[in-house]
């Protein structure tokens, strides 16, 4: 058979001719957005969530409007922005720095996974799978949420690291301190740790931490931020609980 007269290959060879007027239509959104991206300040500017759902609400209307589908239309468009802010971000060469905010009762799910993926190489180091945070359960993560002051660094849609710190009787026990493997050593457990002291109440007076004797690397950062040892606990045969306090008066330092 003829190729011309397969209808299949006929619709083929349209779907061919459409995809290379979007292609152009693409090199066009892309000078405009690389244009726009001179025009920002910074990594969080590029990113615009609200800008990003706003296009998203046009889109899902005028995907109507055409009879296209709007789930179809708002998954390409979410790929393709995705795609754009990373391409912005390269092109202007600003720093991408992840954002902290408080994490919402909705990020539960999320921070377990990213807790689960962070502590497996604290369970290695220790041969116990047992870990409190690897065995929370998502019940009591939620609880966690509601009763301490949670933290969650975002890069994107993306939930990169988190922390709690619980305050009682002016001491904020600070815990729960994970980033995504792929995202260690950018100093975001350090930003961390900074904004929960900042976050604290002004009746706190103190934090206190722990980890275990041999996360020497989780020593040394507890350390450069000013947490001195207080005392070390017996947990087990083979673990030594390091607690570390250091003096904080609500969102300042007492050097
Ligand atoms: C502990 C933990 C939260 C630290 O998070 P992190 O984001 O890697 O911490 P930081 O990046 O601030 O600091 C880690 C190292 O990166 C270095 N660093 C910080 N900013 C950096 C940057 N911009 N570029 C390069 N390195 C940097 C720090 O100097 C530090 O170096 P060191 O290991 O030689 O001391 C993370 O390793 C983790 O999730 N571990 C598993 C869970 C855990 O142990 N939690 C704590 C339980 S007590």
Redesign the pocket.
């Known amino acids: 058979m003829n190729e011309i007269q397969d209808p299949l290959a006929e619709i083929r060879a349209s779907i061919d001719r459409l995809d290379d007027d979007i292609v152009d239509r693409l090199a066009e959104r892309e000078r405009l957005v690389r244009q726009a991206g001179r025009l920002k300040p910074d990594a969080t500017a590029v990113r615009a969530p609200d800008r990003v759902e706003a296009v998203i609400a046009r889109v899902r209307e005028s995907a109507r409007r055409s009879g296209a589908s709007a789930g179809v239309v708002e998954r390409i468009y979410r790929a393709m922005i995705a795609a754009f802010v990373e391409l912005e971000l390269a092109a202007t060469g600003l720093p991408d720095r992840p954002v902290i905010r408080a994490a919402v009762p909705a990020d539960a799910g999320e921070l377990l996974t990213l807790q689960r993926a ?2 497996t ?2 369970a290695l180091l220790y041969g116990d799978p047992g870990l409190p ?1 690897l065995v929370q359960t998502l019940d009591d993560l939620a609880a966690e949420l509601r009763t301490s002051i949670a933290l969650k660094a975002t890069r994107g849609d993306r939930i990169v ?1 988190a922390v709690r710190g619980r305050p009682a009787d002016g001491v904020l026990h600070v ?7 792929d ?10 740790i900074e904004a929960l002291e900042a976050a604290a109440p002004s009746q706190i007076r103190q934090a206190t ?4 004797h041999r ?1 020497l ?2 020593l ?2 507890y350390q ?1 931020l000013g947490y001195r040892e207080a005392r070390r606990e017996r947990l087990t045969p083979q673990v030594e609980l390091v607690h570390l306090i250091k003096e904080v008066v609500g969102d300042h330092v007492v050097e």
Do not use: H, K
Request: glycine share 18%.
């Open positions: 962070a502590y190489s604290e945070p690291g815990g729960r301190l994970a980033v995504a493997p995202q260690q050593g950018q100093g975001i457990g350090t930003a961390l931490l722990f980890t275990g996360s690397a989780n040394r950062l450069r």
